[in-house]
């Protein structure tokens, strides 16, 4: 396979056609390898549109999707940034790049191993992972400037809005199968939120976030 035209292929035929127009995403997808974050028996789908399977059940998200949320964010280099479910680092990668900090956490302690060797090997050094139930957050770190879900949730705990500071961002993909939206919050003052639907997706669960009761009568 050669490597840098499947790449450009990815960000032309996949990334731009979804609405991903900011020049600096998709420079930056041209720098971060994501081959070098898939598993070495998935090389094979590093550039293709489809979620790649991680150790312990989990996914990477789909190459479209993990931009469309990246822009979407417009992140900022004095921002500190909390992502929930590190999975294999690509997207804590990313955010490095973005961001001053990020803090990224990860509850399988194999996953998080594997992704802070990825991060190391990648020259990423602004990001720390941390083995942790990621459906807390960070309240003891924060307020942040942007947390990002890299999986879908039933809904955002008020307890992660939370910890957004006042004209903070939170992206997640939220709801049930087989309706999700990638949705982004914004902390408008001390007591109130916005959100904005970004688009329709469907992606794997995160694993501590509890489904909403189904009553059967």
């Known amino acids: 396979m050669n490597t840098e035209q499947a790449r450009f292929n990815m960000i032309e035929q996949q990334i731009r056609p979804w609405d991903v127009l900011d020049q600096g995403v998709l420079s930056l997808l041209a720098v971060v390898k994501r081959e070098d974050f ?40 004095h921002e500190r940034v909390l992502e929930i479910g590190t999975g294999s680092g690509y997207m804590a990668a990313l955010l490095g790049h973005k961001a001053q900090q990020v803090v990224t956490l990860e509850e399988d302690p194999a996953l ?32 942040f400037d942007v947390i990002l879900l890299s999986g879908s949730v039933p809904e955002v705990p008020p307890s992660l809005l939370a910890q957004l500071k006042v004209g903070g961002r939170l992206a997640a993909i939220v709801g049930q199968q087989p309706v999700m939206r990638a949705t982004l919050f914004t902390r408008t003052s001390e007591h109130d ?4 639907i970004l688009f329709d997706t469907v992606a794997p669960r995160l694993s501590g976030f509890p489904e909403p009761t189904r009553f059967s009568f």
């Not at 990825?118 to 770190?141: F, M, T």
């Not at 939120?193 to 904005?196: G, K, P």
């Open 38 to 77: 898939v598993p070495a028996a998935y090389k094979a789908l590093a550039f293709v549109d489809t979620e790649v399977p991680l150790p312990g059940g989990r996914f990477m998200l789909a190459p479209k999707v993990e931009a469309r949320l990246l822009q979407e964010l417009k992140v900022h280099k």
């Open 193 to 196: 939120f916005a959100s904005v």
């Open 112 to 143: 998080a191993d594997i992704a802070q060797g990825n991060l190391r090997r990648a020259g990423v050094i602004n990001v720390s992972v941390r083995r942790a139930d990621g459906s807390r957050g960070l309240p003891e770190e924060g307020p």
